[in-house]
């Protein structure tokens, strides 16, 4: 079977993580280089132990290696500031750019909602981990109602997020409030994280509320639990934590959201919880783990594209 070869910027949890599902569950993509900055860094013993070729280079180095030139697809797990350097250097080069970072500069992507919609784009972002989590939720509300206000609370344990989730603190409320809006449907949205310093580390929750015009409860909660399927498919361990709650607000009780003003309709909650696959990290780090599943599932969609491609040309 024809497979593209694919390289991964960034050596750290989730550079890592998305390496050994890539090994582990290979498809149409075939991991050629893992590229880092510490010569010593586990993610970089990891990938030689596997025979995947390394550099603690950085993009300077993934691009002397001799395999450079057939690299179809790269994947950067660094940082947002970082992926703007590695992102002009690679398209320059012709490469097809899986952004893991909150920076943002191509299209939102969240597979289960709209992961056909931009495999013509030079680079996809992956958004942040709480948004492929709970943006999906915001959607399924939104195909069955009009949503003014959706707002998302990611807690996650301090454990799981490494060097690069906190330094993209700031990136990640942004980015995840604006992909609530231009994915998942929402006039305006709220994105909050939560770094839990419990022991033993907790799973990753996710609390999702919407306020949507009137609509049957019935529609929303058969929507939520049709998108959970979709979720599941290339996530297992993302389930609701309970069934989906609902409050109904009218002229005689508004809704006050601070900033916003006044609202009646319908408050959906949705309580999300997100166990990893364990493929490097523990299975807490779900948060992890739903962000490199969905960067993988999207670059085997864009590898196809790039095969049928090749196919069409020969």
Do not use: W
Request: glycine fraction near 8%.
């Amino acid at each position: 079977m024809a497979k593209v070869k694919a390289a991964i910027i960034g050596s750290g949890n989730i550079g890592t993580d998305l390496m050994i599902k890539m090994i582990k569950y290979p498809q149409n993509m075939e991991l050629v280089a893992v590229v880092g900055i510490d010569e010593k860094s586990e993610g970089l013993a990891m990938a030689r132990e596997r025979g995947v070729a390394t550099t603690h280079e950085g993009i300077d180095g993934l691009k002397a290696m001799d395999v450079y030139p057939e690299i179809g697809i790269v994947f950067d797990a660094t940082s947002a500031y970082a992926h703007k350097v590695h992102d002009a250097a690679l398209r320059a080069d012709g490469k097809q750019v899986v952004d893991l970072t909150p920076a943002a500069i191509g299209p939102f992507t969240i597979p289960p909602v709209n992961m056909e919609a931009h495999l013509d784009q030079p680079n996809v972002n992956m958004v942040t981990c709480g948004g492929q989590a709970t943006i999906p939720m915001v959607a399924a509300v939104s195909q069955v109602a009009k949503v003014h206000y959706a707002e998302i609370v990611a807690s996650v344990s301090s454990r799981s997020a490494g060097p690069g989730t906190r330094a993209n603190i700031d990136e990640f409320t942004r980015t995840t409030a604006a992909a609530i809006e231009q994915v998942g449907g929402a006039e305006k949205g709220k994105a909050i994280i939560i770094l839990n310093p419990a022991e033993p580390p907790m799973i990753m929750r996710d609390t999702v509320f919407t306020l949507s015009d009137g609509a049957d409860e019935e529609a929303i909660r058969a929507s939520v639990h049709a998108m959970v399927e979709k979720v599941q498919k290339y996530v297992p361990g993302y389930r609701l934590k309970q069934e989906v709650q609902f409050e109904r607000y009218g002229d005689n009780n508004k809704l006050k959201i601070p900033g916003r003003g006044e609202f009646t309709g319908v408050k959906t909650s949705v309580f999300l919880e997100v166990e990893g696959a364990g493929d490097y990290l523990p299975s807490y780090s779900g948060n992890l783990d739903i962000m490199t599943a969905a960067a993988k599932a999207t670059g085997e969609l864009l590898a196809q594209k790039l095969l049928d491609r090749q196919q069409v040309n020969a």
